[in-house]
């Protein structure tokens, strides 16, 4: 664009604001009531909505992160370690713990903590998994076991904010909200990223509202709670005495309103709000729709192992099957109670019952409905646990620990990477948390270094300056 345009689209901007100013808003709204459509159209142009990003073919169009909060111990789930077996209640080694940060442990004598279950092989794949996932045995050969990775923020909160936004620092956006900026929706009457909760069999750490948070992006691409007892969505249904098309009135007058705000202010946050409204209405309609599970097949309930509506995870992974077929782009199942400082041989398995079953029979489910293809399901923590035992449990880990993928084409019935021989330091094919969010969007079809966002003056992007790879073996 040369000068002389640049200057007529100046001048055409100013001449727009002054005369919204000059005439009132009342003369526009009166336009907006003879003729809607112009309105809306303007209204279109000024918004920021990113339809797609893509810079390759995608190998998913969404992604299911099943979050084990409180930092599950990758000794006792999928890292198989016989030399913790060997030398438990010995001195750990100095030469691996010296000079390494460790939460709760400084300063007091570490001991070596033996495996507090046994591994068996699972699957045609033989894939090594702790006995307290029984029923994830009938998925073993679908998920791929990442046993190396690592983090850089050793305490919960912190550690989920880095996981879920690639920094420590408070106020940046949650990936489900890059993903849903980058890509856009595929529903029109359900929020493109909806965060589910749940806790149960530990000590359940808070979860802060901010890891499902748009930061500096536009509001309408943070996540959406939804309940998991009780109204899923707040204050979605109609006071008393108002019906449908009453509100459908109060929506479409309060939208104009704002329209005609958003054409001299075009602020994202007007924007925000007309499709805010926009969406409420339209989830009077759908979200009965998707918690009325009256239309599933009694072996479906059965394979989840649900009682429809009881808050537990496993009718949490219903429900994600049920947006994911919807059109949510990114969803999050948070489950509260893996942090065992003490009584891990007890902690682990009540937890891992918590979420064996409906973690399962989500990937179950998604296989037979041909949607795993194109689906890609994380399960993982914030970290991992230490060797040493912090009395009968373990503390914080964060130079080595596990989580697992599935779908997407990825190879199931295997193993990347690896631990030393006590599970400490990640020392085979390490894969840090932006090495993870890079992978994930070059598998949504997008270039973590070409995705970016301005904000103050810096294009802000989820894998931060730092250098972050696509893990391409893991991928082959």
Not at 70 to 90: I, N, R, V, W, Y
Not at 154 to 179: C, E, K, L, Q, Y
Not at 263 to 287: C, H, P, W
Not at 326 to 337: D, E
């Amino acid at each position: 664009m040369n000068w002389s345009s640049c200057m007529l689209n100046h001048q055409e901007h100013i001449a727009r604001r002054t005369f919204l100013r000059r005439t009132g808003l009342g003369s526009i709204a009166l336009a907006s009531l003879l003729e809607p459509g112009l309105v809306r159209a303007a209204d279109s142009r000024s918004e920021s909505d990113r339809s797609s990003v893509r810079h390759h073919p995608p190998r998913i169009k969404r992604v299911i992160h099943l979050c084990m909060a409180g930092g599950p111990s990758h000794l006792e789930t999928f890292d198989h370690k016989p030399m913790l077996a060997k030398f438990d209640g010995q001195p750990m080694p100095a030469s691996l713990t010296e000079g390494q940060p460790i939460a709760q442990l400084q300063g007091q004598e570490l001991k070596v903590m033996g495996p507090q279950h046994p591994f068996v092989r699972r699957g045609r794949s033989g894939l090594q998994m702790s006995t307290i996932f029984p029923n994830m045995a009938e998925i073993a050969d679908e998920i791929c076991v990442v046993k190396s990775m690592y983090t850089g923020q050793i305490n919960h909160d912190p550690a989920h904010t880095f996981f879920n936004t690639g920094t420590a620092i408070s106020g940046r956006p949650s990936m489900g909200s890059w993903v849903l900026y980058g890509l856009g929706a595929e529903t029109q009457d359900l929020p493109g990223f909806i965060v589910l909760t749940s806790e149960g069999g530990g000590q359940s750490q808070p979860i802060s509202s901010r890891q499902w948070h748009s930061g500096f992006l536009p509001s309408r691409f943070q996540g959406v709670q939804m309940q998991s007892t009780g109204s899923p969505v707040h204050y979605v249904n109609n006071p008393a005495g108002v019906g449908r098309e009453q509100q459908r009135d109060i929506v479409q007058a309060v939208n104009d309103i704002n329209r005609v705000r958003n054409l001299e202010l075009d602020d994202t946050e007007v924007a925000t709000r007309i499709k805010g409204y926009e969406m409420a209405f339209q989830m009077q309609a759908s979200i009965p729709e998707l918690t009325d599970l009256s239309g599933e097949p009694k072996h479906i309930i059965d394979m989840y192992g649900c009682r429809p509506g009881d808050g537990t995870f496993a009718s949490n992974c219903l429900l994600a099957r049920r947006l994911a077929e919807r059109g949510v782009r990114f969803i999050q199942l948070y489950h509260r109670g893996w942090d065992h400082h003490s009584g891990m041989k007890k902690g682990a398995a009540v937890t891992g019952k918590l979420v064996d079953q409906g973690t399962t029979a989500l990937v179950k489910d998604l296989r037979q409905r041909g949607m795993l293809d194109d689906t890609l399901v994380v399960w993982g923590g914030e970290f991992g646990r230490t060797p040493m035992a912090q009395g009968s449990g373990r503390d914080h880990h964060i130079k080595g620990f596990s989580l697992w993928l599935a779908g997407g084409g990825l190879p199931g019935g295997t193993a990347y990477g690896a631990t030393d021989d006590f599970g400490y330091n990640a020392v085979e094919d390490p894969v840090h948390v932006r090495d993870f969010h890079a992978t994930m969007l070059h598998m949504l079809g997008i270039d973590h270094s070409r995705f970016t966002y301005k904000f103050q003056g810096l294009d802000f992007r989820l894998t931060g300056v730092e250098e972050a790879h696509v893990v391409h073996r893991l991928l082959t």
